[in-house]
């Protein structure tokens, strides 16, 4: 039996992993469910599966939450606020923490969660790419397990031999290359010269998957892939030069490895995130996600193609951040939010994200940042500095 605590149950992420978990309640019972402020969300979550306790991090959001399931004689407890994030992930009863919480915000439960031991089904991309090496030291030092859920990290694993899953390096078992794959996004054909007018509503309508905004927006500049080319060096120890970025619109090959002898090992599947969270939640057994398999007579093509710098520039300067180190990667993720949320707001134009990544990059990008308290500040410094700019530029516009 594993006991969860679902961070970001509300989101996209976390109702598929619901989703999954109420097809076997004899597998798994559910400690905590969470959400920032999303009151109906997680009250219909509550009503539906009882869970122990639920959080929210906003105050206010919680005495409505609270006073919702009284009326409906509900008794899932209500605690609000981050440190009862942190408490979730790492409560004792707990074996699996669903980390998925949509940026940096989700860094402070998950690494309670790694110190802690707990079996991590790790979606919250951004808390890697911000803390790197911090959080695997966590999980490490526990003896935790850390499961990627990202659906090409996933297909990488699924397609590596045990030893790596383990820890082994990728040379050892005759990896040559990773290759990730990605849709690349609504984007992909559109005419550069309209990139100025995109709006929120565009960039969010994926192809292929349905998601959250902020992934939305990301997979539309291809920041999305930069930041899963940092995730996949962290979690396969993987030099720069062994991981490749390709493009492959129809999103059914959700990534590959390929081996010196010139295999090349592939994972398939319907672009369902249910597929990798059941993986992650079952492994190393399989169990049903509700997902049907591929009818190969439908799929009509499969095709590749590089990815172009000068219509993802985004893209290009997540694979300089990730050359250039940790720092870096801390900087690029915390200016990506800020730029993408503003975005999303209206304040700034889908061309801007790029423009204010680069130039955090180049103002903070050398910065070193490897104990907790020095990613924080270099975190908070270039959320700054890029509200700054929005700031800035709101001022130019109006
Ligand atoms: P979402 O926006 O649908 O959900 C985000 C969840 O996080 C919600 O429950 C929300 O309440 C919570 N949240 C937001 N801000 C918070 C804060 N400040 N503090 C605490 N909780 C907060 O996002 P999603 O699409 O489910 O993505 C979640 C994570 O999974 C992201 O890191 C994303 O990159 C990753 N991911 C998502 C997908 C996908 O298909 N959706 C695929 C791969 C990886
Ligand atoms: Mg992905």
Redesign the pocket.
């Known amino acids: 039996m594993q006991t969860l605590t679902i961070l ?7 109702l598929s992993t619901l989703n999954v978990i109420a097809r076997y309640p004899e597998r798994f019972s559910l400690h905590a469910v ?3 402020n ?1 009151v109906d969300g997680l009250f219909d979550i509550c009503a539906q599966y009882q869970p122990s306790y639920a959080v929210m ?1 906003d105050e206010e959001s919680a005495e409505q939450l609270q006073s919702k399931l009284s009326a409906a004689g509900l008794g899932t407890k209500v605690l609000a606020g981050e440190q009862a ?1 942190i408490d979730m992930a790492g409560a004792p009863e707990v074996t699996t923490v669903m980390a ?4 940096g ?2 860094l402070l439960p998950t690494l309670k969660a790694a110190e802690t031991g707990k079996r991590i089904l790790l ?4 808390a890697l790419v911000m803390s790197g090496d911090l959080l695997l030291r966590a999980v490490k030092q526990s003896g935790a397990m850390l499961l990627p ?3 090409e990290h996933n297909a990488i694993f699924q397609a590596l031999p045990e030893t790596v899953q383990k820890g082994a390096e990728l040379k050892s078992a005759g990896v040559e290359k990773i290759l990730l794959t990605g849709s690349g996004g609504p984007f992909l054909t559109k005419n550069l010269n309209e990139f100025a007018q995109i709006t929120p509503e565009m960039a969010v309508a994926h192809p292929n ?1 349905s ?5 939305s927006v990301d997979s539309a500049t291809m920041m999305n892939k930069g930041l899963e080319f940092i995730e996949a060096r962290l979690l396969f120890n993987a030099s720069f030069e062994q991981i490749e970025v390709l493009i492959h619109p129809q999103s059914i090959i959700h990534s590959m490895v390929s081996y010196s002898d010139g295999s090349v090992l592939a994972q398939m599947g319907q672009p369902d ?1 249910r597929t990798p969270i059941a993986h992650t939640l079952s492994y190393p057994d399989r169990i049903k996600s509700g997902v049907a398999p591929l009818d190969f007579t439908k799929v009509a093509s499969f095709t590749f193609c590089q990815p172009d710098f000068q219509r993802f520039p985004n893209l290009k300067l997540a694979l300089d951040a990730s050359r250039q180190g940790q720092g870096a990667t801390t900087v690029l993720n915390a200016s990506n939010e800020i730029a993408v949320a503003s975005f999303l707001k209206g304040q700034i134009s889908f061309l801007d994200i790029a423009k204010f990544n680069e130039k955090a990059l180049i103002r903070y990008g050398t910065t070193r940042a490897s104990t907790l308290a020095d990613i924080i500040a270099l975190d908070q410094e270039s959320r700054q500095f890029v509200s700054s700019l929005v700031a800035a530029n709101e001022s130019v516009s109006s």
């Open positions: 970001g149950a509300t989101g996209s992420i976390g969470t959400a920032n999303n991090v994030l998925a919480i949509v940026g915000a989700g979606a919250n991309k951004e859920v990202d659906s998957w998601m959250g905004a902020k992934i995130m």
